[in-house]
């Protein structure tokens, strides 16, 4: 059977218009406009906003369920889950957001992760990996070059944030505890010659054969990642969609 999963993805710089972000307002619940409004600045809130008013519009079109009707809870690390109403279809998501971009995977019965990263910032990427990266990962990025290793990192980053949210646990779990193999052919993540980024484990009682991941760059200077719990060799299909203000797919 095969499986599938849907990216869908936004950027909120481009929602201004007050009348839209009212209707975004209308769609959220109780608890979410509460959390939105204890943010402190004002890009975090309009970020919040958007994230949930995707989130709830993206999962109707799964199910004939109004987007304010979704009631979600979360696990003990904070990952979120769909709650109800109680003719909700077993629908998974997972959200991610950084700078400029907003990032929700749905997909039937299947464990998801998604992290998007902005490239463009200004980290000290080596420092980053000898402290979190497992030995493996760390001795493959070192033989980079140094303008190798600025998109390596990322690469790594959200392939290891990915899967740890896709097993609902987040970086709690440790990152160092299982190690990506990346294609090292020099190709972009979009090269279709590409190999898949292929996981391993130490010290995790999980199967690497269970797993398959995917990247993408949704734009220039954006990189994604996603984690899919469907066993590597099955067919899979993935949508990558962008969605504009309105909320509609583009």
Known sequence: MLAHADVW??????????????DYWNILSNDEIS???R?????????????????????????DISPKAWEFGNNQHGRPHISGPVSAPNLRFNLSHTSNLIACI????????????????NISGPAIARR??????????????????????FEYWTLKEA??????????LGLARFSFELDDRGLRVDDPE???????FDGLNEDPAAWQFAQYTPTPHHAMAIAIRC????????????????????
């Open 9 to 22: 993805y936004m950027f909120p710089d481009a929602i201004r218009d007050p009348e839209l972000l009212n």
């Open 35 to 37: 959390r939105c409004e």
């Open 39 to 63: 943010f402190c600045f004002d890009r975090d809130r309009h970020r919040h906003l958007v994230t949930w008013a995707l989130a709830r519009t993206m999962l109707s079109s799964y199910a």
């Open 106 to 121: 749905v997909a039937p019965e299947l464990d998801v992760g998604i992290d998007v990263e902005d490239c463009r910032r």
């Open 132 to 153: 979190y990266f497992s030995a493996r990962e760390v001795a493959a990025f070192e033989r980079l070059t140094k303008n190798e290793q600025a998109a390596a990192f």
């Open 163 to 172: 899967y740890v949210k896709a097993v609902g646990r987040g970086i709690s």
């Open 194 to 200: 590409r190999r898949p980024a292929r996981i391993s």
């Open 231 to 250: 066993g590597v060799g099955k067919d899979l299909e993935i949508h990558l969609k962008e969605v504009g203000p309105n909320l509609e797919s583009c």
